[in-house]
């Protein structure tokens, strides 16, 4: 989505929630220099969803050869963050948790996808698998989230 987009939307409508979504993931990535430096790259977005993928590089590998398991909680992580942040509502984590169920290794590609389970007040429930190239399950992962105040994008605000 482009500047001209958002330009057309008036106050009273404002944009709709995909546009929205894709105009919030655009003003955030280009801060997040944790997402950028770890390689994350943003596959897809939409109002409470969000695909990342990452290349499990040798520098992320721990002392069995294997991802190390922070690396794959920060991609989980990011997916959830920008899943919780594409209604254009500053929200941050409250807690999260998560279950490795296999190794990721050297060369893997892995893609993290976020799904919103509950958005209720200023609370909601993530739910995040992280996969690899081929598929197989790496972590499930679960972020409880928390509106604070403000926008992403101030003075934004999605259609009603």
């Not at 280009?30 to 596959?43: F, H, T, V």
């Not at 520098?59 to 990011?78: E, K, Q, R």
């Amino acid at each position: 989505m482009n500047e001209t987009a958002l330009s057309t939307c008036t106050p009273d409508t404002g944009p709709d929630p995909q546009t929205l979504a894709e105009a919030t993931v655009q003003a955030m990535y280009p801060r997040d220099n944790a997402s950028q430096g770890l390689g994350m790259k943003i596959l897809a977005i939409a109002p409470g969803h969000a695909r990342m993928s990452m290349l499990v590089r040798s520098d992320m590998l721990n002392g069995h050869a294997t991802c190390h398991g922070g690396f794959i909680f920060a991609l989980a992580d990011s997916c959830f963050a920008f899943a919780c942040n594409s209604r254009n509502l500053n929200t941050v984590a409250s807690g999260c948790s998560i279950e490795y169920v296999a190794p990721a290794l050297r060369n893997d590609v892995l893609t993290a996808e976020a799904q919103e389970r509950s958005l209720s007040g200023r609370t909601g429930v993530y739910d995040i698998t992280v996969n690899n190239q081929d598929g197989k399950l790496i972590a499930l992962f679960r972020g409880k989230s928390y509106r604070i105040k403000g926008e992403v994008i101030a003075g934004l605000h999605t259609a009603p």
